[in-house]
């Protein structure tokens, strides 16, 4: 089995001393069909991830962390979930729930601006020319103002000069986000009770109805002025999880694709070892080093020969390929004589064929002593 022999390898999780976690949820198939992976984000490093993001979901993780542990927990940060939101305060009854800036931001846009520009562009259908530039002002909206364009600014006061309801939502989004820069509980909460009120004079509808759906989660945007946190490190971790999944072409077990470790993120080459593609020499030296264990050469050479790889995957000079091919023999102990058919007697193997030669001996030595990745320059 995969699961045990990684399990093995990989050690326990280490859960101890853990006073801050993030929670995020990132798309793992089509339909619908999410996972959890959960941070510690002062030493930005992975303690769990699972299939599914509802409550009954993520209580594995609180099972696994324990009942002192929990109690230890003085903040969690995270999006507007109610299942991660309920599961932290029955759990961890010391901590803070920190709803974050970004997706508070991101579901303003949704549900009222965007819902505002197009009933707007709904009542211009006799203009057909100021129906097309309300429709087309999507991101023009959505967008910063220090993310503008040149010409950009110009365009974006002329629309809300000529549209007041798109002019109102704008500005309170912006007065808005400016509760996660109070520093202060007393003074966040007062901003929060002036926004509220011109949310409700507005009479803008989309407006009213987010104002009223956003007040009960007042007390974690209100926590933000005590833990200064986001969720951008689990963005960045949900990022690289999907490209690992993508580089290896999907995994069929749950075991080996949600790796307990909290050290590290699998890479491609140790999950599935026996897809190759075309790899450039820095790239199979450092695979080298993952599964077969460290080396005394230097890895200079190998960096060095990647930069002076020509465009268009022509063959590299003779020096080059020399010092690297006695990198990798020096690594490896692997007997790269010979040539395939793009190679000769003087040029040497192509890298192709040093590739696969290099591949079939990680193929046999990873089942026999896995080990982790020592990091090398340029990974």
Not at 26 to 31: L, V
Not at 95 to 119: N, Q, S
Not at 243 to 259: E, H, L, N, T
């Amino acid at each position: 089995m995969i699961g045990p022999r990684l399990e093995r390898s990989l050690g326990p999780v280490d859960l101890d001393g853990i006073e801050v976690i993030a929670l995020d949820e990132f798309a793992i198939q089509k339909g619908h069909r999410y996972a959890t992976v959960i941070v510690e984000p002062m030493r930005k490093r992975v303690l769990w991830v699972g299939r599914g993001r509802g409550r009954e979901d993520v209580r594995p993780f609180f099972e696994l962390l324990g009942l002192e542990r929990c109690r230890r927990l003085r903040a969690a940060v995270m999006d507007m979930n109610a299942s991660y939101e309920l599961e932290v305060r029955r759990y961890c009854p010391n901590a803070a729930v920190v709803f974050d800036l970004f997706h508070v931001v991101a579901k303003y846009g949704r549900e009222v601006i965007d819902r505002v520009r197009v009933d707007r562009a709904n009542e211009l259908r006799a203009d057909r020319r100021g129906r097309r530039v309300v429709k087309g002002a999507r991101w023009l909206l959505l967008k910063n103002r220090d993310s503008l364009r040149p010409g950009e600014d110009v365009q974006l006061e002329e629309l809300l000069a000529a549209n007041h309801d798109l002019f109102v939502v704008y500005v309170l989004r912006d007065a808005l986000k400016e509760l996660w820069g109070c520093r202060h509980p007393g003074y966040a909460a007062r901003a929060w009770r002036g926004w509220y009120r011109k949310a409700l004079h507005s009479r803008i509808e989309p407006l009213v109805r987010f104002a009223r759906r956003l007040r009960p989660y007042l007390p974690g945007i209100l926590a933000h002025c005590r833990w200064s946190l986001a969720t951008n490190l689990v963005e960045d971790i949900d990022n690289k999880i999907k490209v690992i999944k993508r580089m290896a072409y999907g995994f069929r077990d749950d075991a080996y694709f949600f790796p307990q470790d909290p050290g590290r993120l699998p890479r491609k080459w140790e999950m599935n070892p026996k897809k190759a593609g075309r790899r450039s020499a820095p790239s199979l030296y450092r695979s080298a080093v993952c599964l077969l264990g460290p080396t005394p050469a230097d890895t200079d050479q190998a960096d060095q020969a990647g930069e002076q790889q020509p465009r268009g995957g022509g063959q590299w000079h003779d020096p080059v390929k020399a010092s690297v091919r006695q990198a990798l023999t020096g690594l490896c102990d692997l007997p790269l004589t010979g040539c395939d058919r793009r190679g000769d007697s003087e040029r040497g193997p192509s890298w192709d064929f040093i590739g696969a030669r290099l591949q079939q001996e990680i193929v046999k030595r990873s089942e026999q002593r896995p080990r982790h990745c020592p990091r090398t320059r340029g990974s």
